[in-house]
């Protein structure tokens, strides 16, 4: 009994030690790459099915946008209200995972 008890938790040890971490969404492009506040851009990239937030501007002080028209490679979100200029742009799943960011141009 004892000999199985310990096969049974080296296995399930193994087994969890051999957990992937799930791969973060990437995004691989905007179109456009620049526009005003209010504007509908795209972005395109892989595993983007589950984003949840798209985030403009640094980690510490960004704004966020839902998301619409949700698929795996490519999402639709309106541009927030922020000041014109450069700005990063990066999207976020429920668990917090976040992609890369992109260079967005707001007008």
């Known amino acids: 009994m004892n000999r199985l008890l310990m096969h049974c938790f080296l296995s399930l040890l193994l087994l969890l030690g051999c957990r992937r971490e799930a791969t973060p969404p990437g995004v ?9 506040a209010g504007t509908s851009i795209l972005l395109t990239g892989e595993r983007l099915g589950d984003v949840t937030l798209v985030l403009f501007g640094p980690k510490a002080s960004a704004v966020t ?24 742009v990066r999207v976020r799943v429920a668990d917090g995972r976040e992609s890369n960011s992109w260079q967005f141009t707001v007008q």
Not at 73 to 82: H, K, T
């Open 65 to 88: 946008a839902v998301p619409t028209d949700v698929s795996d490679r490519q999402l639709r979100v309106v541009v927030p209200n922020l000041p014109s200029g450069a700005t990063s």
């Open 28 to 36: 691989s492009g905007i179109v456009p790459r620049q526009a005003p």
